[in-house]
């Protein structure tokens, strides 16, 4: 396992990933799940201003894209813009098993761990914080969407008092503004604590959103 500080390239079993290891016992885990056509090397920009002392994993999508890059789901004809909450279970649970195989074999507990995406990589990250409520300490999710089909009320009293952080800009031309502020408050409604930042730019952060969540991982 790496000890470093500068994110290397590594690979596990199936898996291709970035990885940051502090050089001491890290304090917190988190994952970085980039966008469509994405990969491993998307996500480090977002992570690049956090405490030192925080591992980062930044793990490949599991599905090619044709036109290049990664997703993590497969696009099947006519769900373009439909992506449902089954579409992303194979990702997600693929993942979550990744963790717990790469996790056992470098000795490190990561009964819970954080996590950042990225427009899909945001609905992979509201995905998992719906079937694996437990395993997530705390997420931030950057202009996405909840995928179809998210039921929340089975999973509310385990989302109660999480912190969320979300992210969106009113120009965004990919993903309307319209599916984070429902995601405010379907949170809010299970009692999550949401810190929210709205920006008047495209379908990217802000440089006060950035800020806004660097702040955010350092506080909690």
Not at 122 to 146: D, E, H, K, N, V
């Amino acid at each position: 396992m790496p000890t470093t500080t500068d994110p290397q390239i590594l690979t596990f079993k199936d898996w291709s990933f970035r990885m940051r290891m502090p050089a001491v016992k890290p304090k917190r885990f988190l994952i970085l799940l980039h966008g469509w056509k994405g990969d491993e090397n998307s996500m480090l920009v977002f992570a690049r201003n956090l405490a030192t002392d925080i591992a980062i994993l930044a793990p490949r999508g599991i599905f090619t894209v044709p036109e290049g890059g990664y997703s993590w789901r497969e696009i099947r004809p006519g769900t373009w813009g439909l992506a449902s909450l089954e579409d992303f279970r194979p990702a997600a649970e693929a993942l979550v098993a990744f963790v717990d195989e790469w996790a056992a074999t470098a000795g490190m507990d990561l009964d819970q761990f954080d996590l950042m995406g990225f427009s899909q990589g945001a609905a992979m990250t509201y995905t998992l914080a719906l079937l694996y409520p437990q395993r997530i300490r705390q997420l931030a999710a950057i202009s996405g969407f909840i995928p179809e089909g998210g039921q929340f009320l089975p999973v509310m009293p385990r989302l109660n008092g999480k912190q969320v952080f979300i992210s969106h800009g009113r120009k965004d031309d990919v993903v309307p503004v319209e599916q984070s502020r429902k995601a405010v408050l379907q949170f809010e409604q299970a009692g999550a604590l949401v810190t929210y930042c709205e920006s008047d730019t495209g379908h990217k952060i802000s440089k006060e959103c950035l800020k806004a969540l660097e702040m955010f991982f350092g506080k909690y």
